[in-house]
């Protein structure tokens, strides 16, 4: 089992930054991929960006090239850089893992990207 909590969200105008964090509740080394989604109100969740254990990164089409994502093992967290918001970023952005056949999903943390 793993309990994942986000932080970092906030309001910020277009064109700014906001870093998320992902704090895992245990040691996150021997997990292979740990991602961020978000959802959108009235939209599916949909994937942001992936990692993997060895540090392999993927991301959906709409972010590539202002989103990055890292982690860090020793602090058993999951980070996300977001640059040049814009305003259809705005969403509940969740963290996510799968340990065996089971998914695990935070709370979610909210980001509004408005003037």
């Known amino acids: 089992q793993v309990q994942l909590v986000e932080s970092g969200g906030g309001l910020v105008q277009p064109g700014g930054s906001l870093r998320l964090s992902c704090a895992a509740s245990?040691?996150?080394?021997?997990?292979?991929?740990m991602g961020w989604y978000r959802q959108a109100p009235g939209k599916q969740r949909e994937l942001v960006a992936i990692?993997?254990?060895?540090?392999?990164?993927n991301y959906g089409d709409s972010v590539k090239g202002r989103f990055t994502i890292s982690r860090d093992n020793a602090k058993n967290t999951v980070d996300l850089q977001m640059n040049t918001l814009k305003p259809e970023d705005t969403a509940v952005y969740y963290c996510n893992t799968k340990l065996g056949n089971r998914e695990y999903w935070g709370q979610g943390t909210q980001v509004t990207v408005s003037s």
């Open positions: 245990r040691s996150i080394s021997s997990i292979y991929v």
């Open positions: 990692i993997t254990n060895p540090g392999s990164t």
